[in-house]
């Protein structure tokens, strides 16, 4: 028997049909990725999306992360003459009197596009910002607005469905590369041949102390055991810098050791973990996740020990690439956030818009306070000078506070 929890989920909410006969969206939001799995998984199967909006990826972060945010799930799933034709992963979270709709995995994901099947997409651009708004509106229900980060501007060749929303342009980019079979000749196109250079010289050094070997972990007691030395490393370094850490938030690390055991004999795992060790012993891991030939970088870390000053966490970035050629994988994702060593390696940079969505006269007014703060804050980072010296002052109060 289906219990009344189950069964939550909105009325479809249909488009108008155009006058050319164009077919219409029926949206229908729902509380629980399970109540819509066969829809998802026919769209994860057909169509375009990122690994971050992966039916098992948000699953496990509704269920271990999402009830410490104080937000409920509010799924839209759209179709077109019956047919899937979009999920937009959102839930919708209260701040005073205000709600608001977000997209689905916090500081957890470096791309919300949604899943789309091509035609979605294209009806979808083809849209006024009204007609979506009310379309989102009414699907969404009871919220004011929605807060739509981080979107990229184009994904796989397909341009962002929802790009006729207000927006602006985002702090952050992402940074990914084509892969090749031939790793050399990939390394030449990016001048890499000092590079491999460099890394055998630091190979060598490492040698000293010990046998040096990359390696995939396929044992989930290891993929465990190296997530946990992950989770303990980024915290020692978070915690030098005196800045937070999200990845100590309630229920994330249950979130990630479950997308481990999801991804257990899967061909494109949700997250798997390499590992470098010298004598035996992890000096440092890197986890991904794949989606249609995409390899998708989460976090790295390495062990704050005698070894750091070789730089462990680079190497294994090489070879992890390296090996990712080998596989046949056909982009390397570094994710967002701007790092030297990221250009090296990157010619593909996506273009992120933070876009804004508004349902009502109150998530108007909160609507427009916000874009009035982000713009401020964009003027301030523009002037380099005035944005070190915050960012100086913001890590000096961390540091202090965190003692």
Known sequence: MTSPQEMRASAPVKTSRQSSGSPHFEVQAFDRPPLIEPEWRQLEATGCGTVFQRYDWVDAYVRHVLPHENARASILLGRLDGEPAFILPLAISKTGPLRIARWIGGKHTSYNFGLWSREGAARMRSLSRPVIERILGKALGNADCALLGQMPRCFDDIAQPLGTLSSIPCATEGYAFALSRDFDALLHSRDGRNRRKRVKAKERKMSATGEVRYQMLLDPAEEHAALDFFFEQKALRLAEQGKPNSFAEPGVTAFFHDL?????????????????????KTRAVTGSGIYRGHMNSYFTAFALDELAQHSPGNVLTFRHIEHSCERGMTVYDLGIGYEDYKTHWCDIIHELDDAYAVFTPLGSVAVSTMRLGEAVKDRIRRNRQLWQSLKTVKDYVSRRLSR
């Open 260 to 280: 481990i055991d999801r991804s257990i004999g899967t061909d494109e795992p949700l997250l798997e973990i390499a590992s470098l060790s010298v004598d035996g």
